[in-house]
Every structure is written in C-alpha cells, then in structure tokens.
C-alpha cells in the first residue's frame, strides 16, 4: 500500500472514531437571584480505595455575559452505580470540585454559557446552561 493512501485511510478512520467518542452536551434550566452564588455540577474521580485521584477539574467553555463561572474544591457525596467497585465510596464525602454560578450584581434576565467537568481519565460531561436571574 502507497504511504498517501495508507495515511489517507488512517486519518479517515480516526476521524470517524474521533467523532463518535465526541460527547454530547447536556441543556440545563436554571433560575438564581442575583449576586447568588449557585452551584450548578460537582464531579470527582476515585481510586478503587475512595482516595481522589486528581485533577478533575471544571472548564468553561463558553463564559457566560453578565456572570462568572468559577472552579470550586469541596467535599461531595460520589454517586457510583452498585455495580462500580467504587460504590462503598458513596457512603462518605471526597474531595472534588464543583462549578459556581455567580451573576453581576446590577443584571438581570437571562445569561447564556457552557462548561465541562473533566474527569481524570480525560471523560468530560458538557453543560449548556440558560440562567435566568431575578431580584
């Protein structure tokens, strides 16, 4: 086989596995008060032991307008499946991160962004969020 064929072959089957392992955002509705913090997602990544395995870590995609968005360490209840061998881990608190809404003060109506919670192993969850603030 031609190298430039062969080259051509690789990069069209990686681009199809690359497209399907693509996740998928998910649309979240939220209301806030203004100049309320509000914690919006929380994501840790364990150990088969409960101990973090770090960074997971919160990436804004898309900054919201009339707010912020920040990273946020906290201890958080972990949510695994019973049949994950991480399940026992659900019974206390680990360290993790969580995203943080926050508007500016004087705003009000709706403000648009989105965010990633990225795991140890590179899985990502997408959020697209539509805040709507009042008084």
């Known amino acids: 086989m031609h190298f430039p064929i062969f080259l051509s072959l ?4 990686s681009g199809a596995a690359l497209a399907q392992t693509t996740p998928k955002s998910k649309v979240v509705k939220l209301s806030a008060l203004a100049s309320q913090e509000i914690e919006l997602r929380s994501g840790l990544s364990l150990n088969l032991n409960c ?17 912020t968005v920040i990273e946020r360490e906290k201890e958080i209840f972990s949510n695994f499946s019973k049949d994950n ?28 962004f989105s965010f990633a ?16 603030v009042w008084r």
């Open 85 to 112: 061998p991480r399940f026992s881990c659900n019974e206390k608190k680990s360290l993790g991160v969580i995203a943080v809404y926050k508007s500016n003060p004087d705003f009000r109506g709706t403000d648009k």
């Open 117 to 132: 919670v990225v795991y140890y192993d590179g899985r990502a969850d997408i959020y697209d969020v539509e805040m709507t």
């Open 10 to 13: 690789l990069m069209m089957f």
């Open 51 to 67: 101990e973090s395995l770090r960074p997971t870590r919160v990436a804004v995609i898309k900054a919201p307008g009339n707010g």
